[in-house]
């Protein structure tokens, strides 16, 4: 089958970029041709929250891409939709996550059903439904899902919001697969000795900073955990003002307890933070799933999260972590029963055992499924 995804691709960032240069890498070793149509231009500067929308250093997954979509510039949208034509796929996968790419989507879609392109047209859906919703993002979903024959699901939650979006279309439900990234080799000891961490106890929340991931919540619920022994590392870049969290920390008197990275962190590090922690804490207002866990399972680190969304499909309370209430208290409790109870070897050993549940082939048979959708 020949199968071209409109996605993110190198030197684009993220985790939605590497994930989907993996996705193409594994169904090329299934036999299968597939390339990404990427962007020349994801978001215009002024809308960009970061620092920089591009990663530096060598591609960890090269696979076929073609950076050939402006999002904000139609002309390009129309060669795009050629350049699909002449490639001729059976099968147009647009990666979808939030409503800003569906005017772009829908037009290259409409294009090719315009030219009856043979290619079947599905959406891999991360969410649905944006976590920080904008007036006008339920019809900017419907335009764009409108042109889809059928939808891929990371979580239940997410199929149950495209059953509300698009109703009566087929939609699969595969699993969001564990991250592949590598291995840096080191015990926690090392890895803490490489990053500096000085007390006996380290919790890590990882990932951008924006108001619905509950940083604010996390850093109150540390607040009021008695035991000293307990830092906590916040390693990503700020897509909110930092200053708010730098004063609730002064605040709460947890200068020596709290440290912030504020900036992108490459692949080469990751590993590194998630041995070091004591624990993954995941403080999500609401989510529908986070790539986050997969990121911690990878690492073999055991998770603490909210129980919102899609999290309890991912988590197994008990199991590979614990889940809490989305809430100061919900996350203090959870937190001082985590280090109270000793958890942490326990669920290490869940999480050793549950990550054979979240492997690629359920995502690329759902893949080469859309074909007979």
Not at 202 to 209: A, E, H
Request: with cysteine.
């Amino acid at each position: 089958m020949r199968i071209a995804f409109i996605a993110p691709a190198y030197p684009l960032r993220g985790g939605i970029a590497q994930f989907s240069a993996v996705l193409v890498e594994k169904l090329i070793a299934r036999g299968h041709q597939a390339c990404i149509f990427s962007f020349s231009r994801q978001y215009p500067e002024l809308l960009f929250p970061g620092k920089t929308q591009w990663v530096d250093g060598p591609d960890p997954h090269p696979v076929p891409s073609m950076p050939v979509i402006d999002t904000i510039d139609p002309r390009s949208w129309w060669r795009a939709a050629r350049m699909l034509r002449d490639y001729d796929p059976d099968l147009v996968v647009f990666r979808y996550w939030m409503p800003f790419f569906a005017p772009c989507y829908s037009s290259i879609a409409a294009l090719l059903q315009a030219r009856r392109a043979r290619a079947k047209i599905a959406f891999l859906v991360d969410n649905a439904k944006p976590h920080e919703g904008r007036p006008g993002d339920q019809l900017l979903t419907r335009l764009a899902f409108g042109r889809a024959g059928s939808f891929i699901a990371l979580s239940q939650t997410v199929a149950d919001q495209i059953g509300q979006l698009a109703p009566g279309k087929p939609c699969l439900v595969a699993p969001h697969p564990l991250y592949e990234i590598r291995a840096c080799g080191l015990s926690k000891a090392q890895a803490r000795e490489r990053l500096q961490v000085h007390t006996p106890r380290m919790l890590l929340f990882f990932g951008f900073v924006r108001k619905y991931k509950g940083v604010d919540l996390l850093l109150e619920a540390l607040g009021r955990l008695a035991d000293p022994a307990v830092s906590l590392l916040v390693a990503g870049e700020f897509y909110i003002p930092e200053q708010p969290y730098h004063e609730l920390v002064r605040r709460l008197g947890l200068q020596d307890r709290v440290r912030f990275i504020n900036r992108f962190i490459p692949d080469a590090e990751v590993d590194v933070l998630f041995r070091a922690a004591d624990a993954v804490v995941l403080p999500y207002r609401h989510a529908t799933q986070s790539g986050i866990v997969h990121l911690a399972y990878q690492c073999g680190t055991p998770v603490i999260a909210t129980q919102v969304g899609g999290m309890a499909e991912s988590i197994e309370d008990q199991r590979s972590g614990l889940l809490c209430a989305p809430s100061v208290a919900g996350l203090h409790a959870c937190l001082q029963r985590f280090y109270a109870e000793e958890w942490e070897e326990r669920l290490r050993e869940g999480v050793e055992q549950e990550r054979g549940r979240f492997g690629w082939d359920p995502l690329l048979d759902a893949v080469e499924q859309l074909r007979l959708s």
